[in-house]
């Protein structure tokens, strides 16, 4: 059995994650910037010996520091790691306040970094794995969420070069690229003055569930895969971008002629 960090673990996908992992026998160390709904989450698993809840934000050094010391005194080690906490906005970037750029980039990319470097001394010792959740966003661009879109690429590239650079330690990590998924990450979108957003969300394809992404995951950390595109349209959608990048413009303006002002 794996002791299984997870951030942005009290709902959507990091709560997904948190059931599926804890039925299976896994322990956990659940993160999360929301204290209230976080035990109350640690009330339902009602397991202390396996659970262990840390109120944490990732933007904060101090506590990334105290999570992993937690986890470490807690559990004496960590097998895997899933940066999955992240937020986003719906605004177009010539309206935005800098302010929401920061918090996007700050949550999205340099957390996961600086939690990562910190959990790597647990992780060498275990041969663990780290888990990523990026977004299709990252690899192409999309109206309305401009920092997004940057904060997912960067942290592509962040963690494919990462992976090179561990592989004499046996790091597995895996990148996962959903699309659109029915969590809260989009309910509680900034707007383009750092309130909640107020118009709701562009889509293309359909709405999935946090619970149905849980599965293509855990068959992805199975199989050692180092890259999980779970959506059809998605993958086309990128290559569109790459190859007939005019058509893909075109598309794009249609479908999120809301997001552009």
């Known amino acids: 059995m794996k002791v299984i960090l997870i951030t942005g673990a009290a709902s959507g996908l990091g709560w997904a994650m ?44 101090d506590d990334i520091q105290r999570l992993i010391k937690a986890t470490s005194d807690h559990f004496g080690r960590l097998d895997r790691l899933v940066n999955n906490a992240g937020i986003t906005h719906r605004s177009p970037a010539h309206q935005t306040d800098p302010a929401v750029f920061r918090r996007v980039m700050a949550v999205d990319w340099q957390g996961p970094v600086e939690l990562t470097m910190a959990a790597l001394p647990l992780l060498r010792a275990s041969e663990g794995e780290i888990l990523c959740i990026g977004s299709m966003a990252g690899w192409m661009p999309v109206p309305g969420r401009a920092a997004y879109c940057a904060a997912k690429g960067a942290l592509t ?81 990128s290559l569109l971008w790459r190859f007939a990048p005019a058509l893909y413009l075109r598309q794009v303006r249609k479908r999120f002629a809301g997001e552009l002002g």
Do not use: C
Request: glycine share 6%.
């Open 18 to 61: 948190a059931k599926r992992w804890f039925d299976a026998g896994h322990s956990l160390v659940m993160g999360d910037v929301n204290e209230a709904l976080l035990r109350q989450r640690e009330q339902e698993l009602n397991a202390p010996e396996r659970v262990l809840a840390v109120t944490a934000d990732i933007t904060s050094a």
């Open 157 to 237: 590239q962040f963690f494919e070069v990462l992976r090179l650079e561990l592989e004499r330690d046996n790091i597995h990590v895996l990148m996962v690229y959903p699309s659109f998924l029915d969590t809260p990450i989009e309910h509680n979108a900034l707007g383009k003055d750092g309130k909640p957003a107020s118009h709701a969300r562009s889509m293309v394809g359909g709405m999935r569930t946090p619970e149905w992404m849980v599965g293509l995951i855990d068959e992805a950390l199975v199989k050692r895969h180092r890259w999980l595109l779970p959506e059809p349209v998605s993958r086309f959608g």
